[in-house]
């Protein structure tokens, strides 16, 4: 566990290597995962900015963070005009993503939203330099809870994908063998952004 709800953590980090998630919990355990982490994102602004973390974020991998204090961050705005530039750049970024998944929870198929999270996944992995053997470290428990399905459907949709041959899960890991498949079932044209900053 990296940074856990309901907790003041004094540090804020940027992901230097790994994969980690970021995900609430409800009373009765059930998890709901909001995104998910790679090399160069911020974990931990949130708390920041508002002062307890309302979520929480848990290591897929090992995983090598980068520290800071979080009470600099002020100084930070105050005195490094392009660092917080790059900070604004990643929040927005991250609402981006948040806006996406939203609408592919919301209004894409079981099917679709399966297509679209092994998509966005792999070309976010992609875009950071992870994908080399094509593998997505999650178990389907977790694609369950990004999608807000049962397992027992979950597992029925990605076994659609598997046979249609776009992906091959693993004990703990999906590999695509197909991304543009992906991207067709998904109706998703894939990223468009631009270069992020490292902070």
Known sequence: MILSEGSHSAQLFTVLSGWAFRFKTLEDGRRQILNFCLPGDLVGLQG??????????????????????????????????????????????????????????GRRSALERAAYLLAFLFYRARGAGLIGSKRIPITQQHVADTLGLSIVHTNKTLRKLSEGGLIRWHDRACEVLDPDGLLKVAGWHGPTESKRPLI
């Open 48 to 105: 920041s900015i508002i002062g307890v973390m309302d979520h929480s974020v848990e290591a897929l991998t090992p995983t090598v963070l980068c520290v800071f204090q979080r009470d600099q961050l002020g100084e930070l705005f105050k005195n490094h005009p392009g660092l917080s530039f790059d900070v604004t750049w990643l929040a927005s970024r991250e609402e981006r993503m948040l806006d996406e998944n939203l609408l592919s929870v």
